[in-house]
Nanobody, 122 residues
Framework: VQLQASGGGLVQAGGSLRLSCLASGNIFGITRVAWYRQAQGKEREMVAEITGGGTINYEDFVKGRFTISRDHAKNMVFLQMNTLKAEDTAVYYC?????????????????WGQGTLVTVSS
């Protein structure tokens, strides 16, 4: 299984970006998906998630500005980022809780994408 994140780049403050994450490989099903970010010199933090039950949660610092969504059929998750601020500058990672069917039965694992850099200039 691989997660491939894309869509990062350089944008001016107040601008928008849309991140995409594609999961590929031996995938039986995907439950929780989420976006995290890690700014230079800081710990990785959650940005937004869609739980296995479909509940959407956002961290306070992105509420009203970011929107997480997913396309079940395409095994993709998106993060629409509007009204970007300089403090949103970070490497953004997607993660997914993936179930795989193998000869040993149903297996579950949490996978991470490689990260995509978002730079917001002030």
């Amino acid at each position: 299984v691989q997660l491939q994140a894309s869509g990062g780049g350089l944008v001016q403050a107040g601008g928008s970006l849309r991140l995409s994450c594609l999961a590929s490989g031996n995938i039986f099903g995907i439950t929780r998906v989420a976006w995290y970010r890690q700014a230079q010199g800081k710990e990785r933090e959650m940005v937004a998630e869609i739980t296995g039950g479909g509940t959407i949660n956002y961290e306070d610092f992105v509420k009203g500005r970011f929107t997480i969504s997913r396309d079940h059929a395409k095994n993709m998750v998106f993060l629409q980022m509007n009204t970007l601020k300089a403090e949103d500058t970070a490497v953004y990672y997607c993660t997914a809780d993936i179930r795989q069917l193998s000869p040993a039965g149903m297996e579950r694992g949490v996978y991470w994408g490689q990260g995509t850099l978002v730079t917001v200039s002030s």
